[in-house]
T-cell receptor, first 115, second 111 residues
Framework: DGGITQSPKYLFRKEGQNVTLSCEQNLNHDAMYWYRQDPGQGLRLIYYSQIVNDFQKGDIAEGYSVSREKKESFPLTVTSAQKNPTAFYLC??????????????FGPGTRLTVT | GQNIDQPTEMTATEGAIVQINCTYQTSGFNGLFWYQQHAGEAPTFLSYNVLDGLEEKGRFSSFLSRSKGYSYLLLKELQMKDSASYLCAVRGFSNAGKSTFGDGTTLTVKP
């Protein structure tokens, strides 16, 4: 079954701890994205990657870090520098970054709660 | 940059037709997407427009006017399961597949 997986579905952490959210896809997509969604709001882009070993900051990258060592994997680390990390985090992928009407395919999301 | 506006909430009756509008301002345009998102779940793709006009897909249609910076999603024969948030997303021309999302329109379908 092709798709995007995120784990875990729910994650709880204490303030001051770094936490890494997993995102894996077996769709052979080049581009991958991380979004944050707060209640009643749309998706805000944190980081995106067009190709292995390359990634760019999105609109709200401060306090987050990513890596893209493999095509299938794009983990997101929420660091202690992120002021308000409690949110719903969504990972997405699309076939090509630059051309064509390629929609994004989303994982099921991870709901992170930091207390 | 990009700015996207959608109504926050809409209510409609089962079996009716509803139109959800989206207006956008962008420095470069390379397509507009509509996604459906049920509460607590991931968004799923509904439709894509890059040229002016209407795209029809079963009960769902989407319209685009690039000159007016305007799109709408039309849902026909509404069903209770259509209660969800509908997200409008605009892709810029030069930023490699990156899309900017509106805040979404929460549609409630009543019996």
């Amino acid at each position: 079954d092709g798709g995007i997986t995120q784990s875990p579905k729910y994650l709880f952490r204490k303030e001051g701890q770094n936490v890494t959210l997993s995102c894996e896809q077996n769709l052979n997509h080049d581009a991958m994205y991380w979004y944050r969604q707060d209640p009643g709001q749309g998706l805000r882009l944190i980081y995106y990657s067009q190709i292995v070993n390359d990634f760019q900051k999105g609109d709200i990258a401060e306090g987050y870090s990513v890596s893209r060592e493999k095509k299938e994997s794009f983990p997101l680390t929420v660091t202690s520098a992120q002021k308000n990390p409690t949110a719903f985090y969504l990972c997405a992928s699309s076939p090509e970054a630059r051309s064509g009407p390629h929609e994004q395919y989303f994982g099921p999301g991870t709901r992170l709660t930091v207390t | 940059g990009q700015n996207i506006d959608q109504p926050t909430e809409m209510t409609a009756t089962e079996g009716a037709i509803v139109q959800i509008n989206c207006t956008y301002q962008t420095s470069g345009f390379n397509g507009l997407f509509w996604y459906q998102q049920h509460a607590g779940e991931a968004p799923t793709f509904l439709s894509y427009n890059v040229l002016d006009g209407l795209e029809e897909k079963g009960r769902f249609s989407s319209f685009l006017s690039r000159s007016k910076g305007y799109s709408y999603l039309l849902l026909k024969e509404l069903q209770m399961k259509d209660s969800a948030s509908y997200l409008c997303a605009v892709r810029g021309f030069s930023n490699a597949g990156k899309s900017t999302f509106g805040d979404g329109t929460t549609l409630t379908v009543k019996p």
